[in-house]
């Protein structure tokens, strides 16, 4: 497979050249997944545009706005490294923690990942339950959008031809906010059969915020919102917690293949979402 490698010097210079090429080219950042790809013969792009010079991509910071800035370039073990992330989304630093092997963790991406968008994907629900938000750049400039509108499908994001992800906005957390990531696996490193990501803010035994995202059980990861609604505003208490592990399996959309079949994936969540949920109760890891 022959391919021109195109290495451009700032972000103008990269949406001009995806503009250009459009369908031909193939966005590479750390390569864990388009190399596969490559190498499967699934894709066969005839230009990659190689990110790897945009340093600015590769920041992780506080904005004035006390948001998380990550940007696209960053990678697995940066995030998990980084004192912003443990002190303001430290459910993503969970998540990445339980990405792949080492190698991947050390040159996969956050914004490959998002872009790739891969059934049973950590860092999604972790950043769906942050209310991260997406900044894409292209030819006719900046727009920000909610992450969920991200993804669209199996592999597929809104993403147009001529667009790249910059990196991910996460706005600041309740002080009293809880939270915690739970995957279930076959083998630590595989891709979740279920992940689940929870943040609750408790105060006299009432609920008066949950998030809860999911992933590996539908098309793409996705809040339950029916699910949250039944516990916010609510006294916790075991039946409580039920319901809404009952609510939030009966939003999933899940596949049956070689690693579970749906039923199982249905059922794991009940059990997934009960324990993300008392786990918060119990402390979980504060924001």
């Not at 230009?47 to 506080?62: D, N, Q, Y």
């Not at 073990?77 to 792949?100: D, F, K, P, Y």
């Not at 499908?153 to 739970?182: M, W």
Request: contains cysteine; glycine residues 8%.
């Amino acid at each position: 497979m022959r391919f021109e490698l195109l290495q451009p010097q700032s972000m103008d210079e990269a949406v001009s050249l995806l503009s250009a090429h459009r369908e031909e080219a193939r966005v590479i950042a750390g390569g864990q997944s388009l190399l596969l790809m490559i190498r499967s013969g699934l894709v066969r792009p005839g230009f990659l545009l190689s990110l790897g010079a945009l340093r600015e991509l590769a920041e992780i910071r506080v904005t004035p706005e006390v948001n998380l800035h990550i940007g696209a370039l960053t990678t697995h073990r940066q995030i998990w490294a980084s004192r912003h992330t443990r002190e303001h989304a430290n459910i993503l630093s969970q998540a990445v923690s339980r990405i792949g092997s080492t190698p991947v963790r050390n040159f996969g991406t956050l914004g490959g990942n998002l872009c790739h968008n891969e059934m049973g994907s950590d860092p999604p629900p972790a950043l769906l339950a942050l209310n991260a938000t997406a900044e894409c750049v292209s030819p006719r400039g900046k727009r920000k959008l909610p992450l969920s509108q991200l993804f669209t499908g199996y592999f597929e994001t809104c993403l147009e031809p001529d667009e790249i992800l910059a990196g991910v906005e996460i706005p600041p957390l309740p002080s009293t906010s809880k939270s915690v990531y739970l995957k279930h696996t076959i083998r630590f490193g595989d891709l979740a059969i279920v992940g689940v990501a929870a943040m609750t803010v408790i105060r006299d035994g009432v609920c008066e915020e949950l998030r809860l995202a999911l992933g590996g059980v539908g098309p793409v990861p996705f809040r339950a919102t029916k699910a949250e609604n039944l516990l916010r505003q609510t006294s916790i208490h075991d039946s409580a917690i039920d319901e809404v592990a009952e609510a939030a399996a009966e939003m999933c959309d899940p596949i049956s293949d070689a690693h579970a079949s749906a039923d199982y994936r249905r059922a794991m969540v009940r059990v997934f979402v009960r324990r993300a949920l008392q786990q918060t109760l119990r402390g979980g890891a504060r924001e």
